[in-house]
């Protein structure tokens, strides 16, 4: 018989009783607990290590913030094909300094390492609790768990962060400062590829306060890695997710039909397309579906930042974008919907946006 086990949650009734994947996984335990077979969910497409035709885009982005009109319009014309046919780009000479990226994986190995004792400080109570970590993505009503442990934390536009391990939070305030500079060239860039003044976006989405959340992720060595998941296949709920991984390669994305691995060149960055921007884009970006994988013999660590709207803006397709041809796609929503209704269900492909999705 499969043994059971009562994973950490976000849920404060569960604290006592909870451990970690990690150490779930280090308990040596040689099959899975039935509630973490995902194998109903997983089977059902081709997983290619490179797809027939195409490779996933790599947009260099210091050709985004060039100064030579011609390069900035064919790499806007570059940026605009990623997010339209894949939803997905690798980006490559963002400019974060080395040591700061691993500075960061060094900070989240750190507070992976914490006792899970030690982690519960950390366990929060309620979606909008700043500071929350646990295990798979809602324990408290979904019926497959996922082989994770996660941190996740509030980070703007007021900055929260764990106090361990020491100088973890002053290198996470350089890091997701990096990132939001970084967020506001490509949203320039993404206002320009679909016709829209650079600055559009940022106004749109009231920039400057915007919601960004650090997802750290944890995805220990797996007992039957072929029945069970890091993560299910979801959008994000941003408007660009920014994320990077220790080279263990467990990241795919959905594409014409199937499963693409990406193998990312050393530093680059790995950003999708999320819910708010297929909103705001009228359809035209949509939001990219992906799922992460475990592995027997491997720890694979995720660090991942969602980047919104303010909280309570009101998102909706830019007017621009909607004529007789192309009528609205979504009704409005603001950002602190979108977040509440994703995080307190089960992840489920785009099933947060399909709520908003107007059927004609
Ligand atoms: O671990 C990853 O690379 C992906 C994690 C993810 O999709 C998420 O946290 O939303
Ligand atoms: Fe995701």
């Not at 027939?52 to 260099?60: A, F, G, V, W």
């Amino acid at each position: 018989m499969a043994a059971t086990i009562t994973i950490a949650t976000d849920f404060s009734e569960h604290a006592s009783s909870s451990s970690s994947i990690k150490s779930l996984s280090e308990s040596g335990i040689t099959s899975i607990p039935s509630s973490f077979d995902a194998s109903k969910n997983l089977h059902d497409l081709a997983v290619l290590d490179s797809p027939q035709n195409s490779t996933i885009p790599i947009i260099d982005f210091s050709l985004l913030t060039s100064t030579n009109p011609q390069q900035r319009c064919k790499i806007i014309q570059h940026l605009g094909k990623a997010c339209e046919e894949w939803g997905f780009f690798l980006l490559i000479n963002h400019g974060i300094p080395k040591r700061l990226m691993e500075s960061m994986m060094e900070g989240v190995k750190g507070f992976f390492n914490l006792s899970d004792e030690e982690k519960r400080e950390f366990q929060g109570k309620h979606i909008f609790d700043p500071i929350r970590c646990g295990s798979s993505f809602n324990t408290a009503i979904e019926k497959v768990h996922c082989w994770r442990d996660f941190l996740k934390v509030f980070v703007h536009p007021h900055f929260h962060f764990p106090h361990k391990p020491p100088g973890f939070s002053d290198t996470a305030f350089e890091y997701l400062k990096e990132i939001r500079g970084i967020i506001k060239e490509l949203l320039k860039g993404v206002s320009e590829s679909l016709g829209l003044e650079a600055d559009y976006i940022s106004k749109a989405v009231n920039l400057e306060s915007s919601f960004q959340v650090f997802i750290a992720n944890l995805y220990p060595p797996c007992p039957q890695p072929e029945l069970a998941v890091g993560i299910l296949p979801h959008s994000d709920h941003g408007l660009l997710t920014i994320a990077s991984e220790n080279g263990t390669n467990g990241f795919q994305i959905l594409h014409n039909g199937n499963w693409v691995k990406v193998i990312a060149p050393p530093n680059a960055l790995m950003v999708n397309t999320a819910d708010l921007l297929e909103v705001v884009s009228n359809g035209k970006y949509k939001s990219n579906v992906h799922r992460a994988v475990v592995k027997s013999n491997s720890t694979r660590i995720s660090m991942v930042t969602f980047n919104g709207s303010s909280l309570d803006q009101v998102i909706s397709p830019a007017p621009e974008l909607v004529d007789e041809t192309h009528p609205p796609v979504f009704s409005c929503l603001t950002y602190r919907q979108f977040y509440e209704i994703q995080q307190s269900n089960s992840l489920h492909n785009k099933s947060v946006l399909d709520r908003v999705r107007i059927i004609p």
